[in-house]
């Protein structure tokens, strides 16, 4: 429901004639994104993960924030529930981290606390263009982090965790100076990025599993993708600053949360959404139609964000939306006609099917 109605009100700011639901939707399309769906999904996948029922608390505030936002229901009580459900998230980590003190666990860790941030000041009125920054720490440092704990496997581990030391505090370094000095806090974090992605492009063991066939390369190929995304958007980062112009925010944002968020939960779905719903997602060639359809009408959509064409603008941000129903409709074919020992499969030989949190 978070997703869908994100992409509802998404249309209607790209200048498209849809329907007004209820009149909050309106600005609740990244709340419902970031927070709504992609917090909640992360939740859940870490209380999968804890095999512990209080750990649930995370989702289902989260959840029922963002269906508070969906529903219109009086200020402030989505925000107040996302907050506290980003709270849970929070001490989940820690448990994690007791558990297993290592740099990834730490690194998601402090993209939960990104998150908490981010809500925090979004409860206190702060504007959400002057404190986005936050909410996209929340999902780099998950994904990266996630992918520190693969890169194990891809040997040249002490080069590997030192780069990536210098990455991670470039990038914070950002977050933390975003609210004071907007414009060189944003440059900061954007250079931040932009070394993650080299290290992501450089060490991360996708260059090697996109050699193999089926389920691997499909998922080599959009974790590629998306570190190309992150690279792009940490260039813009570096360029904009803090965005004046609105086609500038809309660069530095999608190519961010569309990009780079989405190939990850593209490439991974297969993986993670088994281990949610409790059904297989088995892998078929069919899933590459959205996968392409979203680089494709992402590169319209950023082109157009720099030559100002607003046209191309509305076209390639319609095309955004669609290709993400066509990857449900798509996810929904695999699970009512796959078979599922190719999921289960993969899923024992493969290292990404450690990857958490559908991203």
Same mark, same amino acid.
């Given at each position: 429901m978070c997703l869908l109605a994100a992409l509802w009100a998404g249309l209607f700011h790209l200048g498209w004639a849809v329907p007004i639901i209820q009149p909050g939707l309106i600005a609740a399309h990244g709340p419902l994104m970031v927070c709504g769906f992609l917090g909640t999904l992360i939740g859940l996948e870490r209380a999968?993960?804890?095999?512990?029922?209080?750990?649930?608390?995370?989702?289902?505030?989260?959840?029922?924030?963002?269906?508070?936002?969906?529903?219109?229901?009086?200020?402030?009580?989505?925000?107040?529930?996302?907050?506290?459900?980003?709270?849970?998230?929070?001490?989940?980590?820690?448990?994690?981290i007791r558990r297993q003190a290592a740099m990834f666990t730490v690194t998601m860790g402090l993209g939960a606390l990104s998150w908490l941030i981010g809500n925090c000041l979004w409860l206190t009125s702060v504007h959400v263009p002057d404190m986005f920054f936050w909410w996209a720490g929340f999902l780099v440092l998950t994904i990266v982090g996630e992918r520190l704990e693969l890169s194990r496997f891809s040997g040249d581990l002490a080069r590997s965790q030192a780069y990536f030391n210098v990455a991670l505090a470039v990038y914070l370094s950002g977050l933390a100076l975003g609210l004071h000095l907007d414009a060189v806090g944003l440059r900061i974090a954007g250079a931040g990025m932009l070394l993650m992605a080299i290290w992501l492009w450089r060490f991360d063991l996708a260059r090697r599993t996109v050699r193999q066939s089926g389920l691997t390369r499909f998922i080599a190929i959009n974790l590629l993708a998306g570190f190309l995304w992150l690279g792009v958007a940490g260039v813009a980062w570096l360029w904009f600053g803090n965005p004046e112009r609105?086609?500038?925010?809309?660069?530095?944002?999608?190519?961010?949360?569309?990009?780079? /968020?989405?190939? %990850?939960?593209? $490439?991974? &779905?297969? !993986? *993670? =959404?088994? @281990?949610?719903? +409790?059904?297989?997602?088995?892998?078929?060639?069919?899933?590459?139609?959205?996968?392409?359809?979203?680089?494709?009408?992402?590169?319209?959509?950023?082109?157009?964000?720099?030559?100002?064409?607003?046209?191309?603008?509305? /076209?390639?941000? %319609?095309?955004? $939306?669609? &290709?993400? !129903? *066509? =990857?449900? @409709?798509?996810? +929904?074919?695999?699970?009512?006609?796959?078979?599922?020992?190719?999921?289960?499969?993969?899923?024992?030989?493969?290292?990404?099917?450690?990857?958490?949190p559908g991203l």
């Open positions: 999968v993960a804890l095999a512990n029922r209080l750990v649930y608390a995370a989702p289902l505030l989260s959840g029922a924030g963002g269906i508070a936002l969906v529903l219109g229901i009086a200020d402030p009580a989505g925000p107040i529930l996302i907050t506290l459900g980003s709270l849970f998230l929070v001490l989940n980590f820690v448990a994690i609105q086609m500038s925010y809309d660069l530095m944002l999608h190519t961010l949360f569309l990009g780079f /968020v989405f190939s %990850m939960i593209f $490439a991974h &779905a297969p !993986i *993670i =959404f088994p @281990a949610v719903i +409790g059904k297989p997602l088995p892998y078929h060639s069919v899933f590459y139609v959205h996968a392409a359809l979203l680089h494709l009408s992402l590169l319209l959509r950023a082109g157009a964000d720099l030559t100002a064409s607003y046209s191309g603008y509305q /076209v390639g941000g %319609m095309l955004n $939306a669609l &290709a993400i !129903i *066509i =990857f449900i @409709a798509n996810s +929904g074919y695999a699970i009512a006609r796959g078979d599922p020992r190719k999921s289960r499969d993969f899923a024992q030989r493969s290292p990404d099917a450690t990857l958490s």
